[in-house]
């Protein structure tokens, strides 16, 4: 979710993306390059979970699906070793 603000820091956390091992700025998903290669469709999709989870809407449960979908969608099928 990287469109933050860009004053945010990387902090200890981690992309948890398979093998990456990047760090992430607090609130974000996951580390910037892979963010960007999510689809748009799927970036829309984790955003509007979080906005329906934020406003009471969603479920934490939905929210977590959305970001499990777009952290599969750009985890190598086979990563290297």
Partial sequence: MSS?????T???????VPVCGRGRRDGDL???PHWLRV???MQRAVWD???RFERGAGTIEALRAAQGAAIRS???KDPAP
């Avoid at 933050?4 to 945010?8: N, R, Y």
């Fill in 39 to 41: 689809p748009a469709a």
């Fill in 4 to 8: 933050l603000s860009s004053a945010m």
């Fill in 74 to 76: 750009v985890t190598p």
């Fill in 49 to 51: 979970a979080f906005r």
């Fill in 30 to 32: 996951m580390c910037r």
């Fill in 10 to 16: 990387v902090t200890a956390a981690r992309c948890p």
